[in-house]
C-alpha cells in the first residue's frame, strides 16, 4: 500500500475536459508543463502517477462550510423545517458540547472532504451560547493544526447580534480569518451590519458575511457593498437567496453595486433548497441566488455544500461534485460553469490563488475515473486522486460485485458457438 503523503512530479495520460490526453509535469506545488501525453513506457516511479482512464480537474475548494454543526443531525434528532426552527435546534444542542466533541465531528467531516476532493475549506465557526463562546474556535483552531499539509483551512467568526465586539475580537486572537455573521437576522440588521464590518476594518481582515438567507425582505447586500467599496481585503457575501427573487429592475441595482465593490457571491444550493420555501407548499421557490444573471454580469461566484447532516440540512455526501450536480439541475448551469463555480470560482472568493492544469498554476488537483465531464459530475464515481501542493494526499478506489444478467440471446449465440 503506498505511503501518503507522496510527492510527485509527473502525472501520465491524463484526460482533460476537452477530450485532450496530457502529461504534467510538477515543480512541488507549482504546474511547471502540460504537454500531450507521450507513448513511451510508464516508468514505475515513486514521483509518476498513471491517471490513464482518469479526469484531471483543478481541485475542489469549499468556500462556506460550518465543520462546528457538520455530523449533528443525528445526535440533536431536531425537527425538519426552515432556518428559524434549525437556529433554534442548534443553539438548544450547542450549551452541552465541548471542545473536543466539536473536533472529533470537524475533523471527521473534514477528512471526508479531503477523501472526496476538497483540498481547501472556508469554515465558519459560531460565538457559542453559554459561558465558553469560544469553545467551537478552540475546537477548530485545533482540528486546523492536526490537518495543516494536508488541507488548506480558514475560519471565519460567525457572530450573531448576541456576540459582543470582545467575543469576536477574542476569536480573532485567537487565529481566526475573517470576520462574519448573519446581519439580515438581528433585530436591527442594518446597525449588525455595520457593527460587524467595523470590527473588521479596526482589525484589518477580510469579510465573509450570510447576506440575505430568506425568499423576502430588504436586501442588506446593497449597504454592505457600499461600505466595503475601497476595502484591499478580502469580502464575500454567502446565499444571498433574495437576490433570486427580486425584480429585474431591483437586481440589476444590486448587481452594479456588487460589481464596483468587487464582492464574491457564495451560493449554497443543497443547504438553501432545504431551508426555504417550508411556507410556500405550492409552486415552492427554489432558494438559490440569481447565478445566472451574477455570472453574465462578470461578478466573481463560488458554490459550496454549507451544512451537512446537521440541523441545517440533514443530508449531504460532502463531494463538491454533489454541489455541481444541484447547480446543473436547479440553476441551469452548465456543466463546465457548474464545476468552475466549485473549484476555481471558489477558490476567486476566497482570494486563493489560482490552480488548475496550467502552466505557473498551483498544483491543487484531483483526478475521478471518467472521460467526459457530464460522465464525471453525474457518476461522481469515487475512484479518485487528490493532490495538495503537489503531493497526493488521497487515493480512492472501489471494487464492485454484480450478479451478471441473464441474457438469453447472448447464452443462444455462445451456444451455438
Known amino acids: 500500500m503506498t505511503t501518503l503523503p507522496r510527492q510527485l512530479s509527473v502525472l501520465r495520460n491524463a484526460t482533460l475536459p476537452d477530450g485532450c490526453l496530457v502529461d504534467v509535469e510538477l515543480i512541488e506545488d507549482v504546474v511547471r508543463t502540460v504537454r500531450p501525453a507521450s507513448d513511451s513506457p510508464l516508468v514505475d516511479d515513486y514521483g509518476t502517477l498513471d491517471l490513464t482512464g482518469f479526469m484531471l480537474l483543478p481541485a475542489p475548494a469549499e468556500p462556506h462550510a460550518h465543520l462546528d454543526k457538520a455530523l449533528s443531525w443525528d445526535l440533536i434528532n431536531p425537527p425538519a423545517g426552515d432556518l428559524g426552527r434549525a437556529i433554534e435546534s442548534w443553539r438548544a444542542y450547542s450549551t452541552v458540547m465541548t471542545v473536543q466533541s466539536i473536533a472529533d465531528r470537524a475533523r471527521e467531516q473534514a477528512l471526508t472532504m479531503l477523501r472526496n476532493g476538497t483540498t481547501a475549506v472556508r469554515c465558519h465557526v459560531d460565538m457559542l451560547v453559554g459561558p465558553e463562546p469560544l469553545r467551537g474556535v478552540e475546537a477548530l483552531v485545533q482540528v486546523r493544526r492536526e490537518l495543516a499539509g494536508l488541507m488548506d483551512i480558514e ?33 436591527s440588521p442594518g446597525e449588525d451590519l455595520r457593527r460587524l464590518l467595523a470590527i473588521a476594518e479596526r482589525r484589518g481582515v477580510g469579510v465573509d458575511l450570510h447576506t440575505d438567507e430568506g425568499l423576502t425582505g430588504d436586501p442588506t447586500i446593497i449597504e454592505f ?44 444550493p443543497i443547504t438553501n433548497l432545504y431551508l426555504q420555501g417550508w411556507d410556500h407548499p405550492v409552486s415552492t421557490p427554489r432558494g438559490i441566488t440569481a447565478l445566472r444573471s451574477l455570472l453574465d454580469a462578470g461578478v466573481r461566484v463560488g458554490a459550496g455544500a454549507d451544512n ?21 439541475t436547479a440553476a441551469h448551469l452548465s456543466l463546465d460553469e457548474a464545476y468552475a463555480a466549485v473549484s476555481t470560482g471558489a477558490r476567486s472568493v476566497m482570494s486563493l490563488p489560482r490552480a488548475g492544469v496550467s502552466v505557473g498554476s498551483r498544483a491543487e488537483l ?40 441473464n441474457i438469453p440471446a447472448l447464452e443462444l449465440l455462445t451456444t451455438s458457438n
Do not use: K
Open 155 to 187: 475560519l471565519v467568526a460567525l457572530a450573531g447580534s448576541d456576540a459582543s465586539d470582545a467575543t469576536v475580537e477574542a476569536a480573532l486572537d485567537l487565529g481566526v480569518d475573517l470576520v462574519g455573521g448573519a446581519p439580515h437576522l438581528a433585530p
Open 225 to 268: 457593498a457600499r461600505i466595503v467599496r475601497n476595502w484591499t481585503v478580502p469580502v464575500s457575501a454567502g446565499h444571498c437567496v433574495r437576490l433570486g427573487t427580486l425584480e429585474a429592475a431591483q437586481l440589476d441595482e444590486v448587481i452594479t453595486e456588487i460589481l464596483a465593490s468587487d464582492i464574491g457571491i457564495i451560493s449554497l
Open 308 to 328: 451537512v447532516r446537521d440541523p441545517f440540512n440533514p443530508v449531504g455526501r460532502s463531494d463538491a461534485l454533489e454541489t455541481a450536480s444541484l447547480l446543473v
Open 366 to 405: 484531483i483526478a475521478v475515473r471518467g472521460s467526459t465531464m457530464s460522465e464525471v459530475i453525474a457518476t461522481a464515481s469515487p475512484d479518485r486522486f487528490v493532490i495538495h501542493a503537489g503531493r497526493l494526499v488521497s487515493q480512492s478506489r472501489v471494487h464492485y460485485d454484480v450478479a451478471p444478467a
